[in-house]
């Protein structure tokens, strides 16, 4: 191997193509770097564009929140009327009530029970005429 002699200038061009090459590479980096940055640019919604998508979100959000609400305020409203109802609702007015509906139904049975023996009898005692009035015919009929 031969010995290379090293002078000022072999170093000062060492540094100038090392300087260069790293210029090189610096500049490569930058735009590569850059070229990302666009294409990502491109693949990103604005600022604007997200934060349109995000109220949307919370509108439609809102929406329900208030729909679940007011679904939750008519039931609880329907629960406090029957809560309210069952409250006030007299027990013993309800038992006399029904005392006297059972009496009175047992008085309507027995006034239909009557009403049928009455019935059955009149139509005997009918019949029984018939009977007698064909026995007068006859017997008035061969009298004469």
Sequence with gaps: MKKSKVTTKNIV????????????????NQNNAM????VSAQEIPTIEGIIS??????DEAQKTLREK???QQQTQSVLDS??????????ET??????????????A??????????????QK????????DEKKTKTWGSKF
């Design 94 to 107: 309800a038992e006399t009530n029904n005392d006297v509906a059972k009496a009175e139904l047992a008085y």
């Design 109 to 122: 049975q027995q006034a239909y029970n009557n009403a049928t023996k009455s019935l059955e009898y009149v």
């Design 53 to 58: 998508q995000n109220q949307t979100k919370v």
């Design 35 to 38: 070229g990302t940055q666009m």
């Design 13 to 28: 061009a060492a540094f100038a193509c090392s300087a260069l090459l790293g210029v090189a590479v610096v500049e490569n």
């Design 69 to 71: 609400q007011a679904a």
């Design 125 to 132: 005692l009918n019949q029984n005429k018939l009977t007698d």
């Design 82 to 91: 029957t809560t309210q109802s069952i409250e006030n609702f007299d027990y």
